[in-house]
């Protein structure tokens, strides 16, 4: 085969892949949504009030992350103190843990006195916002740190000098100069909170609803499939919308590195203290308390120390609620997460490869836009839309995948790939072009540059991009809900329907699989902060 | 600079070749998982779909094994309602052979969608009334309510708790009780009162009765739920021999589980087979201990207590009323009502 018989081939696959697996899926959705009187049936009074509160508490959440995370990201970046490494690794584990861990974690709190008074009491609705603050507070941190240790101190210092307080400073002096990073942390929180599914369906228990667990409700328990649709449209029109806007300013900001240890940094003074109290407050009860309460009621059944919950996870539950085990679904999850990253990464490389070809061709240039545009779609359709689309899409018909135990990982891929083209895809584009050059004068074909330059280069991109892959697939929730059951049951699931139901063996087997989940992102954290190539852990 | 340096060469030609069979190994076991289901031999496997709730115990499965030579597969798919949806939304390529749990709240709707090869088969039927925590109001030595319609005195505020009826089908079937008791017009008034009343809604009946109510293990902060008529019979103290709990004999639904078919089954023989073995005399008489349901075979033994702290509901609502066609109506009002 010659050179150009293989680009065609890999052209084609590739777009048969997206356009087969996610452009039919949608289409249908579009279809059955905009064919049945769709407006009628999501312009109801409940539909307008589940948008308004997904809307609200996003705000919200992400207001108070960012309120919250600004002393945070002074202290961890722009100061100095012993430990400090260590709290920022330690509070990227709740960002990396499963959703459904998260809203574990916060049901934990329900059996504390006081604290299930604040939260749980009049509203349910507290403890949704401080699980999205919990997981989202070191989006802020690092993204905000990390620009603010980059800014020349000598401006604040000045400001000090003429006797400005922090406050002051801060507002005037600071804040101006990290608008950029400021607003794109903001709206990337406020994404990932418009689209939470797992910890409003589990604190919300039913009666708080945001759209993604109203898309879940109006089809698996109403089978309003008109309805579901339409949600569904308004919900991809939103989170587009978004990440458009969040786009748009995070092209302004600068490339968000970690940074090097400064040399200009001070110590923690004793003007600060506002900041560390604020910090430490939020440290203790908003980070730390829910995952010491998994723990202890992890290791505690009927009132003592005990390791029942643990050896439990070999059973189905109480009255034999699971069809699996708890292993049996953690070896799903494994196997999942293998086949998914393995071809998140063959699609996704195959991608970039074609995407940076370069080209005299007027019409192979714009194929390769329309190429990149088809691929970066997905970004803006939600797990819960996406695993939708495949039970009304491939339940039957020419591709039954529905039956299949590789629909999970399929899905789970589709959501990885738009995200590992958009981490890579720079690393690429920086390569210097002289490189290339000089490989083509040498004779090098177009594959030998790509697989012993370009991949060697960005190799420690692609290494970050396959751990996000495989960390997106262990926590993802919202499709599995909708494909996975029976046999194969994954993790998430698993937990959902343990947590979901009460009984003390039930919920005391949720508290133990999650702490071993949180464990898990501990040690992975710490490996990643290990390796002393200081990278930034890039956002699923 | 040297680029084709071998060490790199050897370690990328690995690189190709790991990729290459990773590759392989999904297009190889792609079309192999997709035509797995369609191998046809004799299928030794049935499965049978359930509600969450279904309990059979190993004995049982290892018994239906042995005696019809089939190898039978338990999938749990949610509440009543959620299992029924998701084999609309499935249909076609069924996620099983056969199932259990579809209730005459939606046994209609599994009728009108074509799901069941053949008709619905009745297992089992129990009455849906509310308990109440005898200790509870002994101790504060106020009198139990013994109507629905007490429910809503002040006597009685804030001590009801109560699955949601989009969620839990003892919940839509008293929904459906209501109507027929206060009438299309009136049953609106009727939990509005509720409502005001301080009741409290929670996602599905285990939620209600183990969590909130006072008179089970949860020992919750509620005297009053909706449960069964045969759930006092679960709550019989050791000590005392007698119930914690009783039931309030009105305003009751009469619910039934059925069996059936599923269309397009794999294995229709084998799915047939389980529709007899759960109307088996075995199985019919592991239901009360099992399910707390009453079996539906007449004249099948119940366990000694159940003749004491599980008696049926004189009167019974629901027979009558076109649960299919008002579901969604019912449901649409009762959300305005409390959200």
């Not at chain 1, 539909?47 to 992350?65: G, P, R």
């Not at chain 1, 005299?360 to 819960?384: A, C, E, H, M, W």
């Not at chain 1, 083209?421 to 490189?435: C, G, K, T, V, W």
């Amino acid at each position: 085969m010659n050179n150009r018989s293989n680009l065609v081939a890999l052209w084609t696959g590739s777009l048969l892949f997206i356009g087969v697996l996610f452009y039919w899926p949608l289409g249908k959705i579009v279809a059955m949504g905009l064919h049945g009187d769709w407006l009628l049936a999501i312009s109801t009074p409940r539909v307008l009030s589940v948008l308004w509160f997904t809307i609200w508490q996003a705000v919200l959440s992400a207001l108070l992350t960012l309120a919250l995370g600004i002393p945070g990201a002074y202290l961890l970046y722009n100061k100095k103190f012993p430990g400090q490494r260590f709290i920022r690794a330690f509070i990227t584990v709740p960002f990396i843990l499963p959703t459904i861990v998260v809203a574990i974690g916060f049901t934990s709190l329900r059996q504390l006195p006081l604290l299930s008074d604040l939260l749980y009491g009049r509203s349910l609705v507290p403890a949704i916002i401080c699980a999205h603050i919990f997981m989202n507070y070191s989006i802020i941190v690092h993204i905000v740190g990390g620009a603010w240790a980059t800014l020349d101190p000598s401006t604040e210092s000045a400001a000090a000098l003429d006797g400005a307080g922090r406050f002051r400073t801060l507002w005037s002096i600071t804040l101006p100069q990290l608008k950029s990073a400021v607003i794109s942390a903001t709206a990337l929180v406020f994404l990932y909170c418009t689209t939470s599914f797992g910890i409003i369906l589990v604190l919300g228990g039913g009666i708080v609803n945001s759209i993604e667990t109203e898309i879940f409700i109006a089809a698996t328990e109403y089978l309003d499939l008109p309805k579901t649709s339409g949600l569904a449209l308004i919900q991809t029109a939103l989170t587009i919308i978004v990440f458009i806007v969040a786009q748009r300013v995070v092209r302004n900001s600068a490339m968000l590195e970690e940074v090097q240890a400064a040399t200009s940094r001070f110590r923690v003074d004793r003007r600060d203290w506002p900041a560390v109290l604020l910090t430490g407050f939020l440290l203790l009860f908003l980070i730390i308390l829910p995952i010491a309460t998994v723990f202890v009621q992890a290791f505690t059944h009927g009132n003592i120390f005990s390791l029942v919950n643990f050896t439990n996870l070999s059973g189905n539950g109480a009255r034999d609620l699971l069809n699996i085990t708890v292993s049996h679904a953690a070896r799903n999850t494994v196997r999942n997460m293998a086949i998914s990253s393995a071809l998140t990464l063959i699609i996704g490389l195959t991608v970039l490869f074609l995407l940076t070809r370069r080209t005299r061709k007027r019409n192979i240039y714009i194929f390769q836009r329309v190429t990149d545009i088809l691929f970066q779609l997905p970004l803006g359709v939600s797990s819960v839309v996406l695993g939708f689309g495949y039970l009304i899409s491939f339940s039957g018909g020419p591709l039954p995948l529905r039956s299949s135990w590789l629909v999970t990982p399929l899905v789970q891929s589709l959501l990885a790939i738009p995200l590992v083209i958009r981490f890579i895809h720079p690393a690429l584009q920086a390569i210097d072009s002289e490189l290339r050059d000089a490989a083509e004068t040498d004779a090098a074909t177009t594959s030998q540059i790509w697989w012993l330059i370009e991949v060697p280069i960005i190799r420690g991109v692609i290494a970050t991009a396959a751990a996000y892959t495989a960390i997106i697939s262990i926590g993802e929730f919202g499709a599995a809900s909708f494909l996975a059951y029976g046999d194969q049951g994954t993790l998430p699931t698993v937990l959902y329907q343990l947590i979901a139901r009460p009984g003390d063996q039930n919920y005391g087997m949720a508290m133990a699989a999650s702490a071993i989940l949180i464990t898990i992102a501990f040690l992975l954290v710490y490996l990643v902060t290990l390796s002393n190539s200081p990278r930034r852990l890039a956002r699923p | 600079m040297q680029i084709f340096n071998r060490k790199r060469v050897t370690k990328v030609l690995i690189a190709n070749i790991v990729t290459s069979a990773i590759l392989a190994i999904a297009i190889v076991a792609f079309p192999s998982a997709l035509t797995k289901a369609s191998a046809q031999e004799i299928p030794k496997e049935v499965s049978l779909v359930t509600h969450d709730s279904f309990v059979m115990k190993k004995s049982l499965v290892a018994h239906f094994n042995r005696t019809t030579g089939y190898r039978l597969n338990l999938i749990k798919a949610g509440s009543a309602g959620g299992l029924t949806n998701r084999l609309i939304l499935t249909k076609g390529v069924p996620i099983a052979d056969a199932v259990f749990g579809i209730d005459n709240t939606f046994a209609g709707l599994a009728t009108s969608n074509d799901l069941i090869d053949g008709s619905l088969t009745a297992i089992n039927f129990g009455d849906v009334c509310f308990n109440y925590d005898k200790f509870w109001f002994a101790n504060r030595k106020i009198a139990p309510p013994t109507s629905v319609k007490q429910l809503i005195e002040p006597a009685y505020k804030g001590l009801t708790v109560l699955g949601n009826p989009n969620t839990s089908s003892p919940a839509l079937s008293f929904l459906a009780a209501s109507v027929e008791i206060f009438g299309e017009s009136g049953w609106q008034s009727y939990w509005k009162s509720l409502k005001n009343n301080g009741v409290k809604i929670v996602r599905g009946w285990s939620a209600a009765y183990f969590i909130d109510f006072s008179g089970s293990s949860g020992k919750g902060a509620y005297p009053i739920v909706l449960s069964y008529a045969s759930s006092p019979a679960a709550e019989v103290r050791r000590a005392t021999g007698k119930s914690q709990t009783a039931s309030i004999m009105d305003g009751c639904f009469r619910q039934t589980e059925y069996a059936g078919v599923l269309k397009g089954a794999k294995n229709p023989l084998g799915a047939a087979a389980v529709v007899t073995y759960l109307l088996s005399s075995k199985f019919q008489s592991s239901l009360p201990q099992a399910m707390y349901m009453y079996p539906i075979v007449k004249d099948t033994p119940l366990p000694r207590r159940w003749k004491k702290f599980a008696t049926l509901a004189t009167q019974t609502y629901g027979d009558t009323l076109d649960i299919n066609t008002n579901r969604k109506s019912w449901l649409t009002q009762w959300n305005a009502i409390f959200n």
